[in-house]
């Protein structure tokens, strides 16, 4: 389903938003071209796009020539048009992205550190954004949408896996964080699941553009995910739908303890540790030595454990949703990815998928900066896309 607009009146501010998204869906576009994946009329489309472009929410590009008529102009979205703050705060690390109207990061911020300390993070965020309203021009703030934070919900939790001390786990548990951010900016603060933000980079910026419906696998520190349907990212009663990484095992029996989740295997850190015990550099799991020798080994290991794990994510999920892709990224190398990727298709083949059709794999297109971009996004889609629950036209009635 594609949002379509109106030629009624009353409803202009949704028809500007369909443009605006009709543009970023698909490039620059002439007039003409926008009338065609709208449904507006040519008369509608031209009355929007004179004051988007004078708004300074679109760009003209050089006229193109046909074989008759006058030459068509490509309006595309003006960088500078609007701008957000992606915030991602990791286990191990925290970014701070500064994105334009476009999805294009402008500045970026980022620290690692071995816990997640409240406190410390709070003062680098105000750092950033003390640095931003000092350098960034007059006109480029006052087209500020927002800041989003992208956050795993249980940031104190698996305190045993991490080793951390329970003092930085209890203070999480204290705090609301977008209330302390949000009294550090200027904008307004919103708050996500740090994979369904992830989700929300590949629904928005990737492969969501040409793919409706998916399961979305982002693989970390520990292992999360997002669910998308019908071009929706459905978050559940309490945020956590497509939360892969609680995912058990296998069965609890009575004389045993509960079955271990997905995210024990399915991790970074679980590789980082598989190093360490070898006495291998731990860092390389995030980088390409991790397909070199002496690493490569253990990272094989890793890839087959873990890609049977996640692939029994999968056969679930296919059976309970009949879902057609899956989509795999991480804030891992490209290399890596892909043959993670490929250990999965691979234990999924030891799978009897009479009854259900088997999902197509497909590499995600963000990579590590997907939790940011789709926190930075959250203002942006909420002051420029169309509102799908109202004026909705499905196409096909």
């Known amino acids: 389903m594609r949002p379509r607009g109106s030629s009624q009146g009353g409803l202009r501010q949704y028809n500007e938003r369909v443009v605006l998204q009709a543009i970023r869906l698909h490039g620059a576009l002439p007039g003409a071209e926008i009338a065609r994946v709208t449904h507006l009329t040519a008369q509608t489309v031209s009355l929007i796009t004179k004051r988007l472009l004078e708004d300074g929410l679109l760009l003209k590009g050089t006229p193109q020539r046909g074989k008759v ?29 500064l994105v334009d109207f476009v999805g294009a990061v402008r500045q970026r911020w980022s620290r690692s550190y071995r816990y997640p300390e409240a406190g410390a993070l709070l003062a680098f965020i105000d750092e950033c954004l003390a640095e931003l309203r000092s350098t960034l021009p007059e006109e480029q703030l006052a087209r500020m949408q927002g ?49 369904a933000a992830a989700c929300v980079a590949e629904l928005v910026a990737g492969r969501g553009r040409s793919i409706s419906s998916f399961l979305y696998v982002f693989l970390a520190t520990f292992v999360g995910g997002g669910l998308v349907l019908d071009s929706h990212l459905r978050s559940g009663l309490h945020g956590n739908a497509g939360a892969i990484g609680s995912m058990p095992l296998g069965l609890p029996a009575a004389s045993q303890a509960s079955p271990a989740q997905l995210l024990s ?39 087959a454990s873990t890609g049977a794990a996640i692939a029994l994510a999968i056969n679930s999920a296919a059976c309970l949703l009949d879902i057609e892709n899956v989509i795999i990224d991480g804030s891992i190398p490209a290399a890596l990815r892909d043959a993670l990727r490929q250990a999965t298709e691979q234990a999924l083949d030891r799978y009897d998928w009479q009854g259900v059709t088997r999902p197509q794999l497909l590499p995600g297109t963000i990579g ?21 629950a109202l004026f909705l036209k499905a196409e096909g009635g």
């Open 69 to 97: 008529g006058q030459p068509s102009v490509p309006l595309a979205l003006a960088p500078d048009g609007a701008f957000a703050v992606g915030v991602k705060i990791g286990r191990r690390s925290i970014d701070v992205l």
């Open 147 to 195: 800041l989003g934070i992208a956050i795993p919900f249980s940031l104190g939790g698996w305190r045993t896996l991490l080793d951390m001390p329970p003092e930085v786990g209890e203070a999480w548990q204290a705090i609301d964080f977008a209330a302390e951010v949000q009294r550090l900016s200027d904008w307004p603060v919103t708050l996500m699941k740090d994979t």
């Open 265 to 303: 295997e399915a991790s970074l850190l679980q590789l980082e540790q598989r190093f360490a015990q070898a006495g291998l550099a731990l860092e390389a799991a995030g980088d390409e030595r991790a397909l070199q020798a002496p690493w490569w080994p253990i990272t094989s290991a890793w890839l």
């Open 368 to 388: 590590s900066d997907a939790r940011a971009l789709g926190g930075a996004l959250l203002p942006l889609h909420a002051n420029f896309a169309p509102d799908r």
